[in-house]
């Protein structure tokens, strides 16, 4: 199976004012340079915002930092400091994958399913851009983990 497929689009504007989706043009060589640079900005964005939010959590925890005499406010402040780090915990592991995308589209394998090795999708990808597995696998997956964990 050749990577140098055609793929037709008429994506236009993403969703929630973020980056304007990429439109492909009639004809237009799926996961060409042009959109590999187009998932590459948006990834890239993705984790530049992640890590200031990581900053920010840091600055946060240090200035917020008490020792409070009430057992009840220390165990508030604890709890609040517990779900952040949770929060920051998932999105460490989401800028990992985005790295690991970010790497597939130096590899030139981005965009296509790891499992089958079909193309993922250009609309796929903009609402998740760290996606592995065409809808097709995915779902494929996710049934077999409901049947595994009854």
Known sequence: ????TKHKSNVTDSPAGGPKAYEAKEGEEYMNEKQQEHFRQILSVWKNELMEEVDRT?????????????????????EEFSLELRTRDRERKLIKKIDES???????EFGFCEACGIEIGIKRL???PTA????DCKTLQEIKEKQISR
């Open 132 to 135: 592995t597995l065409c809808i």
């Open 58 to 78: 840091v600055d946060h925890m240090q200035s917020d930092a008490s020792n409070f005499a009430d057992p009840a406010d220390r165990a508030t402040q604890e």
């Open 1 to 4: 199976m050749t990577k140098a």
């Open 102 to 108: 970010l790497n597939t589209i130096d590899t030139g």
């Open 126 to 128: 903009e609402a998740r």
